[in-house]
């Protein structure tokens, strides 16, 4: 297709070889031949033969110019570069000890109490007493169950 547009170019508007450049290039559909092909059971399926229409333009220009489409992705692709470098450049700039504080101040935590256990020992008696009818076994003073105490059923 090309070759037969360059000799379309120099036979019939006399431009030079050399100097032509391919300026734009489009495909537009044509028009469709339609067939039938026999298939089972005496019935038919349609065939569709598409054709197109081939467009080549030529220019005797040397400087081309670019799409515009073409033009925004290089500034895009710019622009981003910049950003990146300009980013990794005040990555850089700043300290180690400023970019990576390592693990933050820890909080310690406050040492338990005879408090903390007698609170554990209220709750287990809150708990026993809860459940209903039943007697709890006698506790001593540090919350164990007094030995041959177990209640009632044993």
């Not at 799409?67 to 980013?87: D, L, M």
């Amino acid at each position: 297709m090309l070759h037969s547009a360059i000799s379309n170019a120099e036979n019939n508007h006399a431009m030079v070889r050399d100097d032509m450049t391919v300026s734009a290039v489009w495909v537009d559909e044509g028009t469709t031949l339609k067939r039938w092909r026999p298939r089972a059971r005496g019935r038919a399926t349609r065939i569709r033969k598409r054709t197109c229409h081939i467009t080549i333009v030529l220019s005797d220009e040397i400087e081309v110019k670019r799409p515009k489409a073409a033009v925004e992705q290089v500034q895009v692709r710019r622009r981003r570069r910049a950003r990146t470098e300009a980013s990794t450049a005040a990555a850089a700039a700043v300290p180690a000890t400023a970019r990576d504080p390592g693990p933050g101040p820890v909080a310690e935590a406050e040492p338990a109490g005879d408090d903390a256990e007698v609170a554990d020992v209220d709750a287990v008696d809150d708990a026993d007493s809860a459940v209903g009818d039943e007697d709890p076994a006698p506790r001593d003073a540090d919350g164990s169950i007094e030995p041959g105490d177990e209640g009632e059923d044993a």
